[in-house]
């Protein structure tokens, strides 16, 4: 009987986590800073424990290219929602506008992306 239960107790834990919402992005500023972009993200996430967090950031550039990755070392339970930066972020030239997705811990754990406008 016990085992049973613990077996239920840890179906339902493992389905909660996978139902658990995709990270969110609430907020991201942009400075030109002369030695490429600096870059702040604000994130919300249901980060529950090194099992569960999000991970890191992505900027991508429209066709989908990968220009710069912030990773996230530790899950961020008590912040929420939690700001973290990238410095000298390079940019293509003529690049008008940028797409940050951030990434959390379970498979298929994205943000929408979220467009940034680059102004000069």
């Known amino acids: 009987m016990i085992r049973a239960l613990l077996l239920s107790l840890a179906l339902s834990t493992t389905a909660a986590a996978v139902q658990a919402d ?6 991201v500023k942009v400075r ?27 900027v991508l550039d429209e066709a989908g290219n990968r220009l710069a990755y912030r990773k996230l ?4 339970v008590a912040e929420q929602p939690f700001t973290r930066s990238l410095h000298s972020v390079t ?6 506008k940028v797409y ?13 992306p979220y467009k940034v406008k680059l102004k000069r």
């Open 22 to 27: 995709p990270p969110r992005i609430l907020d």
């Open 32 to 58: 030109d800073s002369g030695m490429g972009w600096k870059i702040s993200v604000t994130i919300e996430h249901e980060d529950t424990g090194w099992d569960h967090y999000v991970t890191g950031w992505e």
């Open 73 to 76: 070392h530790h899950p961020h």
């Open 91 to 96: 940019v293509p030239d003529g690049t008008r």
């Open 100 to 112: 940050i997705v951030a990434h959390c811990s379970n498979d298929g754990g994205t943000s929408e």
